[in-house]
């Protein structure tokens, strides 16, 4: 059978695509490599246990925010979210002192303030910032204002830069950081584009699922099945077949040929490019300009099982530092000095959560000796080298949940190796390919390729997290069926 559209890959961006092109009536299929799809949206069980591999928390649902709109269509909407605490639904903790970060602009300065009085000015005008950039979200599929937006001077401009051009106080820099760990801190690097839009959907409005991220993929993947598209697991695409200048076909490691009309790729861009063994049209040095991208650090990730009524749901994030070194803390080599403690809301109506997640940052070069290793093979100096830094994490957490240790059931870890071997991101890469303001042409992809009926989706083209892949969808949409018909679709709910 030949497809109008095949997907590769089923993470959120593939998912994603395939749902609005399913409900245009067109001939979709999906193509996932690991034995259940979602990508780092899935989830997995370990004695009774279910642990999420990368959703968290989501900014941006309520009606007239970011995501509303697109999460309706994309019928997410309907699924249980809890709303996190409007007075502070991020906590950043540095040292002994903690600090809140408010739902809404005006209450998002107002708490701020009240802790930084002189800053109050900067503090206005980068919630204001937030609310312009956030307002601009969709353009590059706005017909009259695509061009301008890959031209806008927030994707030249340090981050770094902003933040202190706007602020004096560098404790207010750290506390204005401090969240960002869902985002690559690079001094060097990060532009205020990534930055901003990165944190404006939470002060907005921010959300968690109540039970874990599989319910997210669940819902595309029944609706994408039942709108009579298809999504095929353990079938790994091992090479795109190349004809007369067009992708005509995937080729699986189970065997099987799956021919189509126009291809999306929600695999990394090199590895994308990989696939393709022999083409007329993709040049040495493009495959040379993508396979030399760099790409962002990876993520070292504690999940706890708790014991029964151990510990109570809190209904924020917890972000830990030791030190107010929030943008270098990860470079520093031991002990382990800033985490990340996700509270898993319950699904019922107890008053204890079942699972906590601790997050930390981690390079390549802290796991490299193991780089030519395998889940499940790698060593017991490995297995040693995780535990050292899972009782580094689990100490650091019990400043804020005492005797955390005693409460735990089950533990299951995670590095950068875990995740690269899982969904063959290059280096484990949490964020994909590393924008660089210095360079914003090189570094924002586009969804285009050079041959015409291939096309790119996922974290790594322009934004990251649940909130770029969402954006980068609606980019590669547009591509396909065009700029009008795409904004007509987002502008039906609202956007």
């Not at 800053?119 to 706005?142: N, V």
Request: proline share 4%; charged share 20%.
């Amino acid at each position: 059978m030949k497809y109008d559209i095949v997907v590769i890959g089923s993470g959120l961006g593939g998912l994603e695509c395939a749902h609005l092109l399913c409900q245009r009536g067109v001939s979709v299929l999906v193509l996932e490599r690991e034995i259940q799809p979602g990508g780092c949206m899935q989830s997995y069980k370990r004695r009774g246990y279910a642990f999420d591999t990368g959703l968290h928390y989501c900014g941006g649902l309520a009606p007239g925010n970011a995501l509303h709109g697109i999460f309706t269509r994309l019928g997410l909407m309907k699924l249980p979210w809890q709303h996190l605490d409007p007075q502070g639904f991020d906590h950043v903790t540095i040292g002994d002192r903690d600090y809140a970060y408010a739902e809404g602009y005006e209450a998002f300065v107002d708490t701020l303030a009240r802790e930084f009085p002189r800053e109050r000015k900067g503090l206005e005008q980068y919630a204001s910032d937030m609310k312009e950039i956030g307002s601009h979200l969709f353009d590059a599929i706005k017909p009259r204002e695509a061009d301008q937006f890959f031209a806008t001077s927030v994707f030249g401009r340090s981050a770094w830069e902003y933040l202190h051009e706007t602020f004096h106080d560098e404790l207010l820099i750290n506390v204005l950081s401090g969240s960002s760990l869902k985002m690559e801190l690079a001094k060097d690097t990060l532009p205020m584009y990534t930055f901003v839009q990165g944190n404006n959907s939470f002060v907005e409005s921010s959300w968690r699922l109540k039970g874990d991220g599989s319910m997210l993929v669940d819902s595309l993947v029944n609706d994408i099945r039942h709108m009579g598209g298809e999504v095929i697991c353990n079938a790994g695409v091992r090479e795109l077949v190349e004809k007369d200048g067009r992708i005509v076909a995937a080729l699986c490691e189970n065997g099987e040929r799956y021919e189509g009309n126009i291809f999306i790729s929600n695999a990394h861009p090199a590895v994308t490019i990989d696939l393709i063994k022999e083409s007329q049209i993709i040049k040495k040095v493009f495959r040379n300009r993508i396979s030399r991208l760099e790409n962002t650090y990876g993520m070292f990730t504690v999940s706890l099982g708790l014991k029964p009524e151990s510990v109570e749901y809190f209904n924020w994030n917890q972000y830990l530092y030791r030190r107010p070194n929030v943008w270098t803390y990860f470079e520093d080599n031991e002990p382990v000095e800033g985490v990340l403690i996700s509270c898993r809301c319950p699904s019922d109506d107890s008053r204890f959560t079942p699972v906590i997640d601790l997050l930390t940052p981690m390079p390549w070069n802290k796991v490299q000796q193991w780089e030519n290793t395998f889940v499940g093979h790698r060593g017991q100096e490995y297995l040693d080298w995780k535990s050292k830094v899972t009782e580094q994490l689990i100490t650091l957490a019990s400043d804020f949940i005492p005797n955390l240790a005693s409460k735990v059931d089950v533990i299951s870890t995670s590095s950068p190796l875990t995740y690269r071997d899982y969904t063959l991101t290059p280096k484990g890469s949490c964020y994909g390919v590393r924008k660089d303001w210095r360079n914003p042409m090189l570094t924002l992809l586009s969804a285009h390729t050079p041959i015409p009926n291939l096309f790119l989706t996922g974290q790594s083209l322009t934004l990251h997290g649940l909130l770029g892949v969402t954006m980068t969808t609606a980019f590669t949409l547009s591509e396909i069926i065009g700029r009008e018909k795409a904004w007509e679709i987002l502008q039906e709910e609202g956007i």
